[in-house]
């Protein structure tokens, strides 16, 4: 049974810097693909950045174009858990952030079936 648990969300000033962490559990870390999604009040929910396998990046990263060179994603194979950096937050980045797993390639935002409960990231 696969378990994903965000934290370190919280409120920031337009500008400033977020770490969100996601433990996983219940399953084989390395075939997995990581990735954080997040959803603001009546838009859709929207892929931010992954890592795994298949992911375009030289690293296995993937990354939506409005968060590229602001974010980034990395993993600790040793904890189980994958990191956000958020550097230079905008007021357009408020949102409930979820992390995902899937056991397929990351190089697509969809077919992720295994989610995080979410933490709320608020940018003024």
């Known amino acids: 049974h696969v378990q994903l648990v965000e934290s370190g969300g919280g409120s920031v000033q337009a500008g400033g810097s977020l770490r969100l962490s996601c433990a996983a559990s219940g399953y084989t870390w390395s075939d997995y693909c990581m990735g954080w999604f997040r959803q603001a009040p009546g838009l859709k929910r929207e892929g931010v950045a992954s890592?795994?396998?298949?992911?375009?990046?030289?690293?296995?990263?993937y990354y939506r174009d409005s968060v590229k060179g602001r974010f980034t994603i990395s993993q600790d194979n040793d904890k189980d858990t994958v990191y956000l950096e958020m550097d230079s937050l905008r007021y357009e980045d408020t949102a409930m952030y979820y992390c995902?797993?899937?056991?397929?390639?990351?190089?697509?935002?969809?077919?992720?079936?295994?989610w995080g409960q979410g933490t709320q990231v608020t940018v003024s």
């Open positions: 890592i795994g396998p298949g992911g375009p990046g030289g690293d296995g990263t």
């Open positions: 995902a797993a899937k056991a397929r390639s990351c190089s697509q935002w969809n077919g992720y079936n295994n």
